[in-house]
């Protein structure tokens, strides 16, 4: 088991950047493929992309392909999600999770364990 929490969320205005962390602790992370998903109200919660356990393949969503990053720390058991360009439609909570599927994940039923969230809201 691993625990997950997400921090770095808040209010940005339109354009604007934001960096999200998921600091892992518990079981070796290492060992699990890293995704991010996001929920917005009254939508289902979708991927955003997701990092390789040795940090070498990274895959993202269309929606944020060209604006978000994602990166793995693995000294610090951290994985991180930069966005930059902002949109309005980037609001949700965001969510950090493991996997060990097989396959490569990026459906919510191929992840494991799961973070609390941290909100992010673009303003226009």
């Known amino acids: 088991q691993v625990q997950l929490v997400e921090s770095g969320g808040g209010l940005v205005q339109a354009g604007g950047s934001l960096r999200l962390a998921c600091a892992a602790s518990?079981?070796?992370?290492?060992?699990?493929?890293m995704g991010w998903f996001r929920q917005a109200p009254g939508k289902e919660r979708e991927f955003v992309g997701a990092?390789?356990?040795?940090?070498?393949?990274?895959d993202y969503a269309d929606s944020g392909k060209g604006r978000f990053t994602i990166s793995r720390d693995i000294p610090k058991n951290t994985v991180y999600l930069q966005m930059n360009s902002l949109k309005p439609e980037d609001t949700a909570v965001y969510y950090c999770a493991t996997s060990q599927s097989a396959a490569w994940p990026t459906r919510t039923t191929y992840y494991d364990y799961w973070g609390q969230g941290t909100q992010v809201t673009v303003s226009s």
């Open positions: 990092i390789s356990k040795d940090g070498g393949f990274v």
């Open positions: 518990g079981r070796a992370f290492r060992g699990y493929t």
